[in-house]
């Protein structure tokens, strides 16, 4: 691994997280010595298996990026943003007729010698922008790649003519284009400054964090630390388990609402707020929450202005979805929605001009399941039977597993490279289950020897009622903690984080490492992280 040439201290301010692509990053620590700086098409060496097909480079003056797309994930603007050089490198696969984009953005002054490589969403390869604009705004060189395919929502690379699935092009978004990403541009810092990046970092979430995942396992050389918030790793288990609220609607025939799936959340908050040992409106520990949806039923709500009664149906249908997929013998075949996280995503619904209700799939997992799955991109995941889901189950495992699966848990041979990798993942993730990660945590403990071997290297922290990639305007130091982990070797017991509570209140708090979780002191303010300590959880 490239590492360590220069010594260069730690200093970082907290990088803010949403929507699966960072928004921040820090450090303010500039390399020693006297440093060059030439805004020049650098070309660098072709990574194996591919060619380089061009390579451009433009200096960019301070001002306002304006992100490209439409909100949440573009639209915006991002003020402030230094005078840098945007370099970027087309690779192909010779004979896959592929032409995957590396962008690479370098501060012209201030550069803190550190390279940082920003990850993707949902179906994106990469950054549009946003990721690498909040690097470069605090001294990273910074890189992405779009992996020769589309953005977020964009799967029209997926198929080719005949309607067999693009190969070539899903090898570039589930592993090799992050990979070669890193390769060219570790090279084009290092033409560009006149010397290598002193530290490497890779920073995503969601399908970002998956890539920082893939990092680790497959190409363990390529980065000194690793930032992988709620990582899209168990690809296929996941992804088709998140269809499992519109099964199970369709089987039952009943489409609760979202006013009525909210007040089940409501009533869960309420019987387990107090479960941490203090009513603060988050749940610490979400895994001791056993509220029974049924205690609800007969209850009246009133919803869009008119009274409604909470029926049997609906806590079946809210039971099964917190409880998750099941085959036909009634084995798990991967976790349910959190309780407490949003059910406006997978348990969507409509209803026609005619009055009958179907079923909405959150277009993510239905475009897998679809697309990828079934080749047959119109096919109708609103209607699955539960023998249909399970079907579809094992038919992506057994075909994607080894392609995007990213979930082995032997991380030897990084932690034998001396890298550090941190996740942390909000409890009320609705678009990835939590419990799917600590899974993996659980996995790689058996695989390395115990919890205390894979702290060494590797530690996971739950942020309390935070949904997927957000803070809903907080911040966590997740980076900062990292650049301290890996550059001063202050391994973080804690991550500090701003968040925001059921009622919209922001509290500051500290994220646990796992398996602990946070507990009341019995004084001071509820609202203050210093309120509380992270324990053992306790057997009940």
């Given at each position: 691994?490239?590492?360590?040439?220069?010594?260069?201290?730690?200093?970082a301010?907290?990088?803010?997280?949403?929507?699966?692509?960072?928004?921040?990053?820090?450090?303010?620590?500039?390399?020693?010595g006297?440093?060059?700086?030439?805004?020049a098409?650098?070309?660098?060496p072709?990574?194996?298996?591919?060619?380089?097909?061009?390579?451009?480079?433009?200096g960019v003056?301070?001002?306002?990026?304006?992100?490209?797309?439409?909100?949440?994930?573009?639209?915006f603007?991002?003020?402030?943003v230094?005078?840098?050089c945007?370099?970027?490198?087309?690779?192909?696969?010779?004979?896959?007729?592929?032409?995957?984009?590396?962008?690479?953005?370098?501060?012209?002054?201030?550069?803190?010698?550190?390279?940082?490589?920003?990850?993707?969403?949902?179906?994106?390869?990469?950054?549009?922008?946003?990721?690498?604009?909040a690097?470069?705004?605090?001294?990273?060189?910074a890189?992405?790649?779009?992996?020769?395919?589309?953005?977020?929502?964009?799967?029209?690379?997926?198929?080719?003519?005949?309607?067999?699935?693009?190969?070539?092009?899903?090898?570039?978004?589930?592993?090799?284009?992050?990979?070669?990403?890193?390769?060219?541009?570790?090279d084009?810092?290092?033409?560009?400054?006149?010397?290598?990046?002193?530290?490497?970092?890779?920073?995503?979430?969601?399908?970002?964090?998956?890539?920082?995942?893939?990092e680790?396992?497959?190409?363990?050389?390529?980065?000194?630390?690793?930032?992988?918030?709620?990582?899209?790793?168990?690809?296929?288990?996941?992804?088709?388990?998140?269809?499992?609220?519109?099964?199970?609607?369709?089987e039952?025939?009943?489409?609760?609402?979202?006013?009525?799936?909210?007040?089940?959340n409501?009533?869960?908050?309420?019987?387990?707020?107090?479960l941490?040992g203090?009513?603060?409106?988050?749940?610490?520990?979400?895994?001791r929450?056993?509220?029974?949806?049924?205690?609800?039923?007969?209850?009246?709500?009133?919803?869009?202005?008119?009274e409604?009664?909470?029926?049997?149906?609906?806590?079946?249908?809210?039971r099964?979805?917190?409880?998750?997929?099941r085959?036909?013998?009634?084995?798990?075949?991967?976790?349910?929605?959190?309780?407490?996280?949003?059910?406006?995503?997978?348990?969507?619904?409509?209803?026609?001009?005619?009055?009958?209700t179907?079923?909405?799939?959150?277009?993510?997992?239905?475009?897998?399941?679809?697309?990828?799955?079934?080749?047959?991109?119109?096919?109708?995941?609103?209607?699955?039977?539960?023998?249909?889901?399970?079907?579809?189950?094992?038919?992506?495992?057994?075909?994607?597993?080894?392609?995007?699966?990213?979930?082995?848990?032997?991380?030897s041979?990084?932690r034998?490279?001396?890298?550090k990798?941190?996740?942390?993942?909000?409890?009320?993730d609705?678009?990835?289950?939590?419990?799917?990660?600590?899974?993996?945590?659980?996995?790689?403990?058996?695989?390395?020897?115990?919890?205390?071997?894979?702290d060494?290297?590797?530690?996971?922290?739950?942020?309390?009622?935070?949904?997927?990639?957000?803070?809903?305007?907080?911040?966590?130091?997740?980076?900062?903690?990292?650049?301290?982990?890996?550059?001063?070797?202050?391994?973080?017991?804690?991550?500090?984080?701003?968040?925001?509570?059921?009622?919209?209140?922001?509290?500051?708090?500290?994220l646990?490492?796992?398996?602990?979780v946070?507990?009341?002191?019995?004084?001071?303010?509820?609202?203050?992280?210093s309120?509380?300590?992270?324990?053992?959880?306790?057997?009940d």
């Amino acid at each position: 691994m490239k590492r360590r040439f220069l010594a260069v201290a730690a200093a970082a301010v907290p990088l803010a997280a949403a929507l699966g692509a960072p928004v921040g990053a820090s450090a303010d620590t500039a390399p020693h010595g006297p440093l060059s700086f030439t805004c020049a098409p650098v070309a660098p060496p072709a990574p194996a298996g591919t060619a380089v097909e061009s390579v451009t480079a433009v200096g960019v003056p301070a001002g306002t990026f304006q992100v490209p797309g439409v909100p949440p994930l573009g639209g915006f603007p991002v003020p402030d943003v230094p005078a840098h050089c945007e370099v970027t490198v087309t690779l192909t696969h010779p004979g896959a007729g592929d032409h995957a984009e590396v962008n690479v953005w370098l501060p012209q002054a201030g550069w803190n010698g550190r390279f940082q490589a920003v990850g993707g969403s949902a179906y994106a390869a990469g950054d549009n922008g946003a990721g690498l604009a909040a690097a470069v705004k605090q001294g990273y060189a910074a890189a992405t790649t779009d992996a020769g395919v589309g953005g977020a929502l964009d799967t029209s690379w997926a198929l080719d003519a005949s309607g067999h699935v693009n190969t070539a092009l899903l090898d570039n978004f589930a592993s090799r284009s992050a990979h070669e990403m890193a390769l060219v541009g570790k090279d084009v810092v290092a033409g560009v400054y006149g010397r290598a990046a002193s530290w490497s970092y890779w920073n995503g979430c969601s399908t970002g964090g998956r890539q920082g995942y893939l990092e680790a396992q497959r190409y363990p050389d390529d980065f000194d630390g690793i930032n992988a918030s709620a990582p899209g790793i168990n690809w296929n288990q996941f992804e088709i388990a998140t269809l499992w609220p519109q099964v199970v609607m369709h089987e039952t025939r009943t489409y609760p609402t979202a006013c009525e799936f909210d007040a089940f959340n409501r009533a869960a908050l309420t019987a387990c707020d107090r479960l941490d040992g203090a009513a603060d409106g988050l749940v610490g520990d979400p895994a001791r929450c056993d509220y029974d949806p049924r205690r609800l039923i007969g209850t009246r709500i009133v919803c869009d202005g008119k009274e409604i009664t909470v029926t049997a149906a609906d806590a079946e249908v809210v039971r099964r979805i917190w409880d998750g997929p099941r085959d036909a013998g009634g084995k798990r075949l991967w976790y349910g929605l959190p309780i407490g996280a949003d059910f406006r995503y997978l348990a969507a619904s409509r209803t026609d001009e005619n009055g009958v209700t179907t079923g909405s799939p959150f277009v993510v997992p239905a475009v897998w399941a679809a697309t990828f799955v079934q080749k047959q991109p119109a096919f109708d995941i609103a209607n699955l039977s539960y023998a249909r889901f399970e079907e579809i189950f094992r038919t992506a495992r057994a075909e994607y597993d080894q392609v995007i699966g990213t979930r082995d848990p032997d991380l030897s041979a990084f932690r034998a490279a001396g890298g550090k990798l941190i996740t942390w993942h909000g409890t009320a993730d609705q678009l990835i289950p939590t419990a799917g990660t600590v899974d993996y945590r659980k996995r790689v403990e058996r695989e390395m020897g115990g919890s205390k071997r894979v702290d060494d290297f590797y530690r996971l922290f739950l942020a309390p009622g935070v949904p997927h990639c957000g803070l809903n305007g907080g911040k966590v130091d997740d980076l900062a903690a990292l650049t301290a982990w890996v550059e001063q070797g202050r391994a973080p017991a804690v991550l500090h984080a701003d968040l925001t509570t059921a009622d919209g209140r922001t509290v500051t708090r500290d994220l646990c490492r796992y398996p602990t979780v946070p507990h009341y002191t019995g004084h001071g303010d509820p609202a203050a992280a210093s309120s509380f300590r992270c324990v053992q959880p306790p057997r009940d």
